[in-house]
């Protein structure tokens, strides 16, 4: 039973692969280094992103605010920074901000019990009304150079922005696998009762959980910006698809309990490689959303059927 | 033996309070928001900008029932905004390009609205997927859909009697608010007086009882979701004919948060069962009320949406707090 | 076999909601001043009926409800703990029927569940592999790997596992509630060596069950429960079943029941080779006009299940169902209500009836298309249909528009018979018609099914309480294990004995 799961999932990477290789082939500048540098630093975004909503998946939750503290923490970073204070610490606030609305998310649903996606529906627009109004609606840019840096540099040929995904990517999974708390985060999405029973307190998890998603949130917003030279109130709106479609994709289930962060990153460069390949081909991006809301109704939905079936089957009578 | 008494008199008491805030919760958040309108803001209490107020909540409204026909099952519709511009579009398509009566035009677009509502209900209800991810999925598919039909263009010129029933204005009101009005009617009708309505909220509160007595479930589940959808191409149509203009782009998300947020202030339930026809125009009202005084007050525009929904964020905690604290 | 570690006296539990308080207005004892006493490495047994109070002592004991009334002394000390974390702490541990473990992680995980041990931070693997593999070696498992996923496990091993748990943390006193329901016998053999290991090393365990080959294998010592109390405890070498079955059931069965309804020759219901599911034998059974069957047999025996899948709410896997002479092909609830077939469930808060509405609308429930013909609610007619039903039935309420979760557990069986009866079924089938009400109201519903008989409804009656069964039933079937074991035709030979060693494995 081990080695067939064991399987599966490389089976699925290699297929992927497989299928982009193919699919690249017919597709001009879609192999060229450029190209795909291109698209590592973009996926970075969703890969980070991706994470985010990994570890609220794998606790039953979901953050629908992800979009609105992209916009919100980079909006706030690169007003510092333009009113003078320096980059880091500019960057250092905007994570902070991010930090403190998964907090708040994380209480709104433990200790209040409003459902997830509520919550941080409500609290998304909250962000992404002050994203607008620091704005004033529009964008703002011109942020330092070293900031752009951040975004755009390559060091020995890979974009800085994908070093920050891989360390936080590394991060993640020790944080899932080598902790206490990542064991409890799985163990809640298993069975919230047991873990109740066993003496965790559950509300810290769940806040543990938010906030996290939260802080990576900030960062992806704060990268994005750094790359583009520019904070766009409603930059956030399609990295929120696209983080739920690379973590379903990736194998986090909806029903909780299951999900590694390594999947969910690589579920965010098949988006971002699709997204690129789409493009390439004069497809709008609102057909490709199109696409992958699809994709994640499938998945999805073929994953609940499952673990429907599984239920049934372990009945009794 | 006195003490006795005066115990059950205080748990009668209590229970006479939270019995009140249950049912009448959604009337005080809006007298309040009145009130506080009426005193501190210049101009909030006169009889034109009530009526202005009206004539804004008049077409969310007709959305909003619907909407509440879905928390009403325990679910939620996240794709109201996107069916509204998809609807909005096919409305123009069907009238103008397609040169179809106006009267057929409106049926065939409420079909469209229907078609989405169904594609939600049929996720939702068959495949169990959660309202959530399932709206937010088909919010986009019916978006992109819109999109490919649509060629990113727009359709702007209306036949003067659709406009004329846009613009038509009687007793100092639009027809939007005579239309919604009828609208609220049949959906009061639907919930309070029809046995769908009955079983809506037995399903809503207690599926599992709800199916042992012989109620539809399914079909109850899947049929909110299309009204729902019903609701939004409505409301699309009567938009659309207000400012000539057919176009995907039309509500959005936006238009879905002030929908969902107008029906939750309204007293529906987000575990189901629980939602009124009059609670949701209330519901409306009240965040039409609340933007209206933020904007006599000169608040930017930016910052009352922002504000707007810092104060929905507090009326949902009050709801959250108020049931745990009265179990 | 060894001191007693244990004592509990006196302990008494009123009937209690969901949350463990106890419920007013009812006296309505679920314990009444049970004494227990448990003595090192001994393996003592608690038998009892359903409702006889088994698990509501142990949960008392594991620290999950209160007790109302009494003491628990463990190791000479008074014992009073919040919840199980803490019953752990001091040495209990409860190994539920329902297993406690997360099915999404492994076996080491869930043995260290909230207590993973850290070096210089993270989490130490290997700490806890190299432990879970000792303790799972220490009890014979040696070919248990723990790294296997929880839910690729059999349910024999993930109930190991809950032991192999509960003694890492050093219990001295295992309650296990019924362990072998779903084992094999082979498997049951396995858990027994591991019983008698723990025994060896002085853990003494509480065992629930009502297997009674097995209890004579395993016992030391055996207390039998009745109607919540403790009726004997004696040991393992004098037990004779006849007199442990007399002692479970030994009861006055007191004249509540009268009987005014005849049977008539009309079968309303017939059963042939029915099974509720693909592993059980072929189940026969009838029901005539006017007639009172009751369903007999233990929880998990599959008599909710056979009355759904009559009704249409669970699955046929063979066999035909004919109701009034014709066949009835593919059930479902909205079918059976239309044809005339009703079905009291046994959870009436559950899915009986939906608390948080009215009266009025819950006694209508069942019977809307019947009713409302033009999917319009007439408020006339149904206030004079529920106000119809309240009287008939004696439900006492101030107003039919109360709601339904401020009634006693007796008005609101009531309400939920008044429903059912609304829908004029010609066959009625009771889930438990008395759960959880006080004598008073089951004497008004025995009238009120005697009555329903007396109409002319054929009534199938399942329950758990051999009084009421035998008082009620003209004909009794006993369910065992899915299927029927033994029909009773003669009200001579429906004996409580008869009737419980026909349910007992």
């Known amino acids: 039973m081990k080695n067939i799961k064991f399987k599966k999932k490389y089976l699925f990477v290699i297929a992927v692969l497989a299928v982009f290789v193919i699919a690249g082939s017919f597709i001009p500048g879609y192999f060229t280094f450029a190209n795909i540098m291109n698209v590592t630093r973009q996926s970075s975004t969703t890969a980070i992103c991706a994470l985010a909503m990994t570890l609220v998946l794998i606790i039953k939750g979901i953050d629908l605010g992800t979009g609105g503290v992209m916009a919100f923490c980079a909006m706030i970073g690169g007003t510092l920074m333009l009113s003078g204070v ?20 994380g209480i709104l649903i433990s200790k209040i019990k409003i459902p997830a996606f509520i919550a941080t529906y409500v609290t998304g627009q909250i962000t992404l009304g002050l994203a607008l109004v620091i704005g004033q609606g529009r964008s703002i840019s011109g942020m330092p150079a070293s900031y752009q840096a951040i975004g755009n540099n390559l060091i020995l040929g890979i974009p800085i922005n994908t070093y920050i995904m891989l360390i936080f990517l590394i991060i993640t999974s020790v944080i899932l696998k080598y902790t206490r708390m990542g064991k409890h985060i799985y163990g809640l999405g298993g069975n919230e009762k047991t873990l109740q029973m066993e003496g965790v307190n559950v509300d810290r998890v769940k806040i543990f959980a938010f906030a996290l998603c939260g802080l990576y949130a900030a960062l992806a917003g704060i990268l994005l910006s750094a790359q583009m030279n520019t904070v766009h109130p409603t930059q956030g709106s399609t990295y929120q698809l696209d983080a739920v479609a690379a973590s379903v994709i990736g194998g986090v289930s909806m029903l909780g309990g299951e999900g590694k962060a390594w999947m969910s990153v690589f579920g965010a460069l098949i988006i971002g490689f699709l997204r690129n390949a789409l493009d390439m081909l004069g497809i709008h991006p609102y057909y490709q959303n199109l696409a992958i809301g699809t994709a994640i109704i499938i998945v999805v939905g073929i994953s609940v059927y499952n673990r429907n079936k599984e239920l049934e089957t372990a009945k009794v009578f | 033996m006195l003490a006795f008494n005066q115990k059950a008199e205080e748990v009668k008491q209590k229970k006479r309070i939270r019995d009140f805030i249950k049912n009448y919760g959604n009337v005080v958040i809006f007298l309040f928001i ?13 009889l034109s900008n009530n009526l202005g107020i009206l004539s804004q909540a008049a077409i969310p409204a007709i959305s909003c029932l619907g909407m509440t026909f879905v928390l009403m099952t325990g679910g939620i519709d996240l794709s109201v905004g996107y069916t509204l511009g998809f609807c909005s579009y096919m409305f123009g398509l069907f009238a103008y390009k397609m040169g179809i009566p106006v009267i057929a035009a409106l049926l065939l677009t409420m079909v469209i609205g229907a078609l989405c509502g169904l594609l939600n209900g049929l996720l939702v209800q068959i495949v169990k997927i959660p309202a959530f991810i399932v709206t937010l999925g088909t919010g986009y598919i019916i978006f992109g859909i819109a999109q490919i039909i649509s060629n990113g263009s727009a359709i702007t010129n209306l036949s003067d ?4 029933i846009g613009r038509a204005q009687f007793l100092g009101l639009p027809s939007m608010v005579y239309i919604a009005i009828v609208v609220v009617i ?19 509160l207690n599926v599992a009882a709800s199916k042992l007595s012989g109620i539809k479930t399914g079909f109850v589940t899947v049929g909110a979701y299309v009204i729902c959808g019903i609701c939004s191409s409505l409301a699309a149509v009567l938009m659309a004919a207000r400012v000539n203009n057919c176009v995907p782009t039309m509500g959005g998300s936006e238009f879905t948060f002030r929908v969902i947020t ?7 339930s987000l575990s189901g069962g629980v939602g009124t026809a009059w609670g949701s125009v209330l519901g409306v009202l009240t965040i039409y009320s609340i933007e209206n005084c933020l904007g006599l007050l000169g608040v930017n525009y930016y910052m009352y949406t922002a504000l707007l929904s810092i104060i929905i964020l507090i009326a949902i905690i009050f709801e959250n707090l108020k049931n745990r604290i009265l179990q | 076999m060894g001191k007693t570690i244990l004592k509990m006296k006196d302990i008494t539990k009123y009937i209690f909601d969901e949350y463990g308080k106890a419920i007013r207005n009812s006296s309505v004892k679920i314990l009444d001043q049970v004494n227990f006493d448990l003595q090192e490495g001994e393996v003592h047994v608690i038998v009892g009926e359903n409702g006889a109070g088994k698990s509501t002592l142990m949960k008392v004991l594991g620290g999950i409800i209160p007790a109302d009334e009494g003491t628990v002394t463990l190791h000479d000390e008074i014992y009073t703990v919040k ?15 329902e297993l406690n473990l997360c099915l999404n992680l492994d076996i080491a995980h869930n043995i260290f569940l909230g207590r993973e041990p850290v070096k210089n931070g993270l989490v130490d693997h290997k700490k806890i592999y190299k432990k879970s593999r000792e303790y799972l070696d220490s009890f014979g498992y040696g070919d248990i790997d723990p790294r296997t996923m929880i839910r690729d496990l059999s349910t024999a091993r993930q109930q190991v596992v809950e032991i192999v748990k509960a003694m890492s943390y050093r219990s001295k006193i295992i309650i296990m509630d019924e362990p072998t329901a779903s084992l094999t016998k ?7 060596t591991l019983i008698k290991q723990l025994k060896s090393e002085g853990i003494s365990i509480i065992y629930i069950s009502h297997r009674f080959d097995e209890l004579m294998e395993i016992g030391d010592r055996i207390t039998v429960l009745r109607d919540g109390k403790s009726i004997t405890t004696m040991s393992m070498e004098h037990f004779d079943y006849d007199q442990i079955v007399k002692l479970m059931v030994g009861r006055m069965i007191e004249n509540m029941f009268q009987c005014n309804h005849q049977v008539s020759d009309e079968e309303i219901l017939k059963v042939e080779g029915l099974q509720i599911s693909p592993r059980t034998d072929p189940m026969d059974l009838t029901v005539k006009k006017g007639e009172i069957v009751g369903l007999g047999g233990l929880v998990g025996s599959g008599r909710s299940e056979l009355a759904k899948s009559i009704f249409g709410a669970h699955p046929v896997y063979s066999g035909r169902i004919y109701y009034k002479g014709k066949e009835y092909t593919n059930p479902s609830p909205v079918q059976s209500i239309e044809t005339g077939i009703a079905y009291l469930s046994e959870d009436r808060k559950y899915d009986g009836l939906i608390t948080d509405k009215v009266i009025k609308e819950n006694i209508t429930l069942a019977s809307l298309p019947q009713l409302f013909k033009s999917h319009i609610i007439n408020t006339k007619m149904e206030r004079q249909v529920a106000a119809a039903g309240i009287r008939e039935l004696n439900v006492i309420c101030r107003s039919m528009d109360q709601l339904v979760s401020t009634l006693s557990g007796g008005n609101q069986q009531k309400v939920l018979f008044s429903k059912w009866l609304t829908s004029k079924p010609d066959l009625l089938i009771l889930d438990e018609p008395t759960r959880g009400i006080d004598v008073n109201a089951k004497a008004e519903i025995y009238q009120i099914i005697d009555n329903i008989a007396k109409n002319g409804v054929a009534v199938l009656m399942i329950s758990s309480e051999l009084p009421e069964l035998i008082g009620m039933s003209d004909r009794i079937y006993v369910m065992r294990k899915g299927s029927i074991s033994l029909e009773i035709t003669q009200k001579e030979l429906m004996t409580q ?3 419980l060693q026909n349910t007992l494995g």
Not at chain 1, 87 to 105: K, M, R
Not at chain 3, 83 to 97: D, L, N, S
């Open chain 3, 186 to 192: 082979k498997e049951i053999d396995h858990l027994f």
């Open chain 3, 497 to 499: 004995e008869t009737i």
């Open chain 2, 161 to 164: 009697s659709i406009l004329a």
């Open chain 1, 86 to 105: 320096p980059v880091f610490p500019a960057i250092l606030i905007g994570l902070a901000v991010g930090l403190l609305v998964g907090i708040l998310n």
């Open chain 3, 83 to 97: 919840g199980p974390k803490e019953a752990r702490e001091k040495g209990i541990a409860f190994i539920h029927q």
């Open chain 2, 34 to 46: 009145w009130l506080a309108g009426m005193i501190f803001v210049k101009n909030f209490a006169t």
């Open chain 2, 262 to 268: 107008a029906a939750i202030l309204g007293g529906a």
């Open chain 2, 186 to 204: 049949v959906a009061w009708f639907i919930l309070h007086k029809s046995t769908f309505g009955r079983s809506l909220t037995s399903v809503g």
